[in-house]
């Protein structure tokens, strides 16, 4: 089993959870959060006898660009001519590759994320970030820290050599536009835990706070670049949330208890918006 510390290791190693006792990450706890343990349970490869990753070809550019960006590899990325996946035999060479551990792309989205990634390294040129984004350290950094009986686990896409900074590549589909970004999928993927979990690692490691910052880089053309952080409310209200997530995991690995929602009937109450609806369609007014 691994020590506490800063390691680098393969994401194969890392996914199946090399700790002592199953460990939490950024991604179990968003679910303690914003699900159940039953949610946790069900996603964590040492807890779930029938886990396996979820592998959707739309993940697929965006793990690609990551590589490339992060890493300037391609090693795993395998490029099959093929004008989409319907027919049964681009099916079989793309789950052939998969079984590999390789990473199935259609020729037409290899040239697209290949755009994409020269747009984003000529963006990241441009800007005058202090210190640089992506420079002066590490690729897929692996924290290993235990807290209060509860041992942690977080990978880093790029963890700078002073611990000065962390920086966090993500693509999507949507805008990369900072205030809406911020405003939709921001929470939705849990960012506010991610950070303060990282943060959390970090300082527990090194006695160092870096600075947080995420790189969103839009799917489509022109793969625009925007840099978004955290401020000091959305900092403490992730570490609040870390904070509950933790203390759920510990009695939940104690207990071997991981419940699902409340079992009491849930009476669903009727809406304002829906009332309005029905007497715009109907012109009905609703029974007393």
């Given at each position: 089993?691994?020590?506490?510390?800063?390691?680098?290791m393969?994401?194969?190693r890392?996914?199946?959870?090399?700790?002592?006792?199953?460990?939490?990450?950024?991604?179990i706890?968003?679910?303690?959060?914003?699900?159940?343990?039953?949610?946790?349970?069900?996603?964590?490869?040492r807890?779930?006898?029938?886990f396996?990753?979820?592998?959707?070809?739309?993940?697929?550019?965006g793990?690609?660009?990551?590589?490339?960006?992060l890493?300037?590899?391609?090693?795993?990325?395998?490029v099959?001519?093929f004008?989409?996946?319907?027919?049964?035999?681009?099916?079989?060479?793309r789950?052939?590759?998969?079984?590999?551990?390789?990473?199935?792309?259609?020729?037409?989205?290899?040239?697209?994320?290949?755009?994409?990634?020269?747009?984003?390294?000529?963006?990241?040129?441009?800007?005058?970030?202090?210190?640089p984004?992506?420079?002066?350290?590490?690729?897929?950094?692996?924290?290993?820290?235990?807290?209060?009986?509860?041992?942690?686990?977080?990978r880093?896409?790029?963890?700078h050599?002073?611990?000065?900074?962390?920086?966090?590549?993500?693509?999507?589909?949507?805008?990369?536009?900072?205030?809406?970004?911020?405003?939709?999928?921001?929470?939705?993927?849990g960012?506010?835990?991610?950070?303060?979990?990282?943060?959390?690692?970090?300082?527990?490691?090194?006695?160092?706070?870096?600075?947080?910052r995420?790189?969103?880089?839009e799917?489509?053309?022109?793969?625009?670049?925007?840099?978004?952080?955290?401020?000091?409310?959305?900092?403490?209200?992730g570490?609040?949330?870390?904070?509950?997530?933790?203390?759920?995991?510990?009695e939940?690995?104690?207990?071997?208890?991981?419940?699902?929602?409340p079992?009491?009937?849930?009476?669903?109450?009727?809406?304002?918006?829906?009332?309005?609806?029905?007497?715009?369609?109907h012109?009905?007014a609703?029974?007393?």
């Open positions: 089993m691994i020590e506490p510390g800063i390691h680098t393969s994401a194969e890392y996914h199946a959870d090399p700790c002592e006792q199953p460990s939490l990450s950024a991604s706890a968003h679910l303690l959060v914003n699900q159940t343990p039953l949610h946790a349970w069900s996603a964590h490869p807890l779930n006898p029938g396996a990753r979820e592998e959707k070809a739309q993940f697929d550019l793990t690609v660009a990551h590589s490339l960006i890493e300037g590899n391609d090693d795993k990325v395998r099959l001519d004008p989409d996946w319907r027919k049964k035999d681009a099916q079989e060479e789950d052939a590759a998969r079984r590999k551990g390789m990473i199935p792309l259609l020729e037409k989205d290899w040239i697209r994320v290949q755009a994409m990634v020269a747009g984003v390294r000529l963006q990241l040129e441009a800007r005058d970030d202090d210190p984004l992506f420079s002066n350290g590490q690729a897929e950094q692996t924290l290993v820290w235990e807290e209060r009986g509860v041992w942690c686990r977080a880093l896409d790029w963890l050599d002073d611990f000065s900074a962390i920086d966090d590549l993500k693509t999507t589909g949507g805008s990369a536009n900072p205030p809406e970004w911020s405003k939709k999928t921001l929470w939705s993927i960012a506010d835990v991610q950070v303060a979990f990282y943060l959390r690692g970090i300082q527990r490691l090194t006695g160092r706070r870096p600075f947080f995420y790189a969103v880089i799917a489509q053309q022109p793969h625009a670049l925007s840099v978004v952080s955290l401020d000091e409310s959305a900092l403490a209200l570490r609040s949330k870390v904070d509950h997530a933790i203390k759920t995991w510990r939940c690995l104690k207990t071997n208890h991981w419940p699902g929602y079992q009491p009937v849930y009476f669903a109450e009727s809406t304002s918006w829906e009332e309005a609806r029905w007497m715009e369609r012109g009905e609703l029974a007393a």
